[in-house]
């Protein structure tokens, strides 16, 4: 379906040749607010704000829903407005929208060197031109500065158009209509000087004259200000006659080629290099930027010179460079230097260049407006030095490269940000080879690729350390890497010069800050291995490290991977590291580390108490942690636990008991929920090692029947045994009766891990007596549904059908939703064991609900496959397929390999019994994966029964289907 959005007028869309009529204001205000940002998403709230000028009314989402349905209908596409998690989305294919086809005729224009044709390309486009772009709806802000930035860009291309006419000697023509544009915008001196050429090219200097007169009382009168240098040198040039106004063509100008040599050895960066090739390409603004930013190191200037050089045939007019000096500890380089410099290569005398900052720029703006030159800004320090050096047009391109991000360029200038990213290995691989020869890199191609890692993949420090073994060509990589291993940032530089190395580079990044945001800088390497949201940054400086995190992140001292969080590059972790070390006085370590473990230890107990309510871990909360359920707890443990685990490996090797014990206590309730298991296991066994230090048995014990539980999960039983007998003997020497209950449950588990039901209920009944004296409710219904468990197991179903129903009954009375799931699908499983299946199915289905809400993982892919299996009984395969479906995604994502690998031979199994011999491949071969990771003698038999069944189900499948 074609569809036309106009904008260069009133708006306008039309369907295949149809105007459509928005006859309600709002649907037109929407309309245009999304085709500010066509094909890319505006929040529900920016919109809402834009189409209520005041405060939105509390209805405002379901009304914007209602709006955004209406222009769907209007615009016959349903799918022409999608909406996700950032907003809404309007569609616009290319050539859709008659600013995009302007675009395209000026970049025509543009690519062109014919002058006649060039003229008329630009006619063309602004031929476009409807009148003030939506003008009926500039009184919404954004619409507003996007026809504003629309005018600004016409009245560009008609100058841009008029000097090309001028050129080709159309001055009679042009009289009439310069004549009509200056009365419209008398204020303009473009066209004032435009129009003072082409009378004085007619033989009308006195009109010439008298056109520079009036624009001069019009500046004054309206704005108090004189005509710009730029109209006064027009009006010295027609009074004097100046022969640099005739049209035959003027001498030839200097053709500058500023650019230092093209970096030696380059290699990779081929996804960077086309990038910038499709910037240029695609860039019909009026100016085309490219800002390249990244930490130091990086290698910006190196890929902006290699790109610079491999373009050169492209700008005929010349390449202008400049070093800005932005990083160096000296001043940066001003903009009026810069810009006498680039006058000065254009050939302009010295004795001309203006002194103030903008007539220099006007000048400078003047001498390239019209040519194609490359101009690059290297080592840029911010946009205020940046912007003056900028020039008018298109026809000449500018890189800008900085360790800033340059935001204002790309929201102000309509800059294209490219960001540089260490090297890929790849990359790596190949800067090493062309450095040190393939020889030496494919001898020890391991240690090579520790070297590169080692340099954190950041080409300076790759050559820097090529450098050192080109020094030493008999040296072992593998010795340097060993040198490196010891300390990196010292092995990294060359003895004889102080600016090859990394931390003297990243040094000028860490002087430039300040000093609040050199402080945290500081302090955020304290633990290594460590991303930082905003939160966690304000408690680890004690100050107030929000704002100081976007400094940090902008001066690219700190990366940003995902949003609101932040870590260190390795290399500049280490520098931040060896800072807090050489400015930070101990106790001041020592204090902020304190605050950040006290701010995770208190939001772990918040979450602790979420995730086991029954089990008081007797840490303080904090109480302003966000939690509101069970599974926001678990979405922030998601987050952060790469970072629990760095903070209790940095409290093991920094002697922090306290901290080393409590990370891992408090997590245990985290481990049971997302299967984490094998991590459950290695912190608990540096909270084991850590409490011993504390003289504290019962302490000791808790932590041990964590331990052990995780040792179960992990298949190490054995060992778990040994933790709870030797818990048990503690507790009943300190007279502990909850921790004897406690002990002896977890026993009771263990045995039945061993096969030995009958041990584990007599287990089970000594901890629910002593659980019972207690009147310790959580725990009674724990042990009554493990009781439950047992029996059934040993064929009392109707013993453990009231144990059930007892353990659930105490749950509901309590509001313990976890368990109300926990009891639910022990009850169905005891039902299913009898084969009373339809009970069972009817049990599993009421379970889910409170297992889904409790958040645990493992014991949702668990519901689901037991829901599975009874279906599978009662014949309802597709449904029993879903099932298994589900739990073996959940089991994937734990680390329980071998429950994943049942549940996706369940799932073979079952797609053969409904005919679906691709999706039984499918999942067979999904389970064989899994198995080759850990395997174990029950799923290779397994394995090899399902094989035979998928191969026998496709045979047979496949006849059915040569059968006529």
Request: proline residues 5%.
């Amino acid at each position: 379906m074609k569809t036309e959005f106009g904008v260069l007028g009133p708006l306008r869309v039309a369907v295949e040749g149809e105007d459509v009529d928005l006859d309600q204001p709002m649907l037109r205000r929407l309309l245009a607010l999304l085709l500010c940002d066509a094909n890319s998403p505006v929040s529900a709230e920016a919109l809402a704000d834009a189409l209520w000028e005041t405060k939105p009314p509390a209805s405002a989402r379901k009304t914007l829903q209602l709006y955004v349905h209406r222009l769907r209908k209007k615009l016959r596409d349903p799918a022409r407005i999608t909406h996700g998690p950032a907003g809404y989305r309007l569609v616009v294919e290319p050539g859709e929208l008659d600013a995009d086809e302007l675009r395209r005729l000026v970049a025509d224009a543009h690519a062109t060197v014919d002058r006649g044709r060039r003229a008329a390309l630009l006619r063309d486009a602004l031929a476009l031109w409807r009148g003030i772009p939506l003008a009926d709806l500039v009184d919404v802000p954004a619409v507003l500065t996007m026809s504003d930035a629309l005018t600004d860009r016409w009245l560009a291309l008609l100058g841009e158009r008029v000097d090309v006419d001028l050129e080709l000697g159309r001055h009679d023509d042009l009289v009439a209509e310069l004549t009509e544009v200056v009365a419209r915008h008398p204020l303009h001196e473009r066209f004032r000087a435009q129009l003072m050429l082409a009378l004085y090219r007619c033989g009308r200097q006195a009109d010439a004259l008298a056109t520079y007169h009036q624009a001069r009382a019009a500046l004054c009168d309206e704005l108090g200000v004189d005509p710009s240098d730029a109209l006064c040198t027009r009006y010295q040039e027609v009074l004097r006659a100046d022969p640099a106004l005739d049209l035959p063509a003027r001498p030839s100008r200097p053709r500058p080629a500023q650019l230092p040599a093209a970096p030696r050895d380059f290699s990779g960066r081929v996804d960077e290099l086309r990038e910038l090739d499709a910037v240029v390409a695609g860039g019909a603004g009026l100016v085309t930027i490219s800002a390249i930013a990244g930490a130091a190191g990086v290698g910006k200037t190196a890929l902006a010179l290699q790109w610079a050089h491999q373009r050169r045939d492209d700008f005929p007019d010349g390449q202008l460079y400049v070093d800005l000096r932005g990083a160096a500890t000296a001043n940066p380089v001003d903009a009026a230097h810069a810009l006498g410099e680039f006058l000065r290569a254009l050939g302009v005398p010295a004795e001309h260049v203006p002194q103030e900052l903008d007539s220099a720029a006007g000048l400078y703006r003047s001498l390239v407006a019209d040519r194609r030159v490359l101009v690059l800004l290297d080592n840029a320090h911010d946009v205020n030095q940046v912007r003056p050096l900028l020039p008018g047009t298109s026809a000449t391109v500018t890189l800008v490269t900085s360790r800033s991000r340059l935001a204002g360029l790309v929201a102000i200038n309509g800059a294209r940000r490219l960001l540089l990213a260490p090297l890929r290995p790849q990359e790596s691989h190949e800067l090493l080879v062309a450095l040190l020869g393939g020889e030496r890199i494919d001898a020890e191609p391991d240690a090579a690729a520790e070297v590169a890692h080692a340099c954190g993949h950041l080409p300076l420090a790759l050559r820097i350390a090529a450098a050192n073994l080109l020094d030493q060509p008999r040296r072992r990589l593998a010795d340097f890497v060993a040198d490196l291993a010891r300390n990196r940032l010292s092995t990294l530089t060359v003895s004889d010069d102080d600016q090859a190395a990394v931390r003297s580079v990243f040094a000028l990044s860490y002087e430039r800050l300040e000093p609040a945001a050199r402080r945290v800088f500081r302090r955020l390497g304290l633990v290594p291995d460590v991303d930082f949201t905003p939160e966690a940054a304000d408690a680890l400086d004690g100050v107030g490290g929000t704002r100081l995190l976007e400094v940090l992140y902008d001066a690219h001292l700190l990366d940003r991977r995902t949003p609101g969080r932040y870590s260190f590059h390795d290399l500049i972790g280490l520098y931040a590291r060896e800072l807090a070390e050489a400015e930070e006085d101990r106790p001041a370590r020592e204090a902020a580390l304190d605050r950040l473990c006290a701010w995770y230890v208190g939001r772990l107990a918040a979450a602790d108490r979420l995730l086991v309510p029954y089990r008081p871990s007797g840490v303080g909360a904090d109480p302003t942690a966000p939690f509101g359920t069970a599974l926001d707890a678990l979405a922030w443990l998601d987050d952060e636990r790469s970072n629990l685990s760095a903070l209790v490996h940095h409290a093991v090797s920094t002697r922090r008991h306290e901290v080393a014990w409590q990370i891992p206590f408090l997590l245990s309730g985290y481990f049971e929920h997302r299967g984490t298991w094998l991590l459950g296991v290695r912190l608990l066994r540096s909270a084991v090692d850590a409490v011993t230090e504390f003289d504290d048995l019962d302490l000791e014990c808790r932590t041990r029947a964590q331990f052990s539980i995780a040792l179960v999960h992990a298949g190490r039983v054995p060992e778990a045994v040994r933790e709870q007998q030797r818990c048990l003997a503690i507790a009943r020497e300190a007279g502990n009766t909850r921790r004897q209950a406690a002990t002896l449950n977890n026993l009771g588990w263990m045995h039945h891990e061993q096969g030995d039901t009958a041990a584990a209920l007599a287990s089970y009944e000594a901890a629910f007596a002593l659980f019972a004296a207690l009147d310790d409710r959580g725990y009674m219904a724990i042990v009554l549904q493990n009781i439950g468990d047992a029996k059934s197991l040993l064929g009392d179903f109707a013993g453990a059908v009231e144990h059930h129903e007892r353990s659930l009954a105490i749950a509901r009375e309590d509001d313990l939703v976890g368990q109300q799931g926990d009891s639910l699908l022990s009850l169905g499983q005891a039902h299913a064991r009898v084969q009373r299946h339809r009970d069972a199915v009817r049990i599993f289905r009421s379970a889910l609900p409170p297992v889904v809400e409790a958040g645990n993982k493992m014991t949702e892919a668990l519901a689901h496959s037991e829901f599975g299996h009874s279906l599978r009984v009662l014949g309802d395969s597709a449904a029993a397929a879903d099932e298994f479906a589900l739990a073996a995604k959940l089991y994937h994502d734990t680390d329980d390999v071998h429950l994943a690998v049942a549940a996706y031979l369940d799932l073979s199994g079952v797609r053969v019994e409904t005919g679906d011999f691709d999706a039984a491949r499918r999942a067979f071969d999904s389970a064989r994966e899994l198995h080759l990771l850990a395997p174990d003698p029950i799923s290779a038999r397994r394995l090899d029964a399902t094989a035979a069944s998928v191969a026998s189900g496709c045979r047979k499948g496949a006849s059915q289907a040569e059968s006529p």
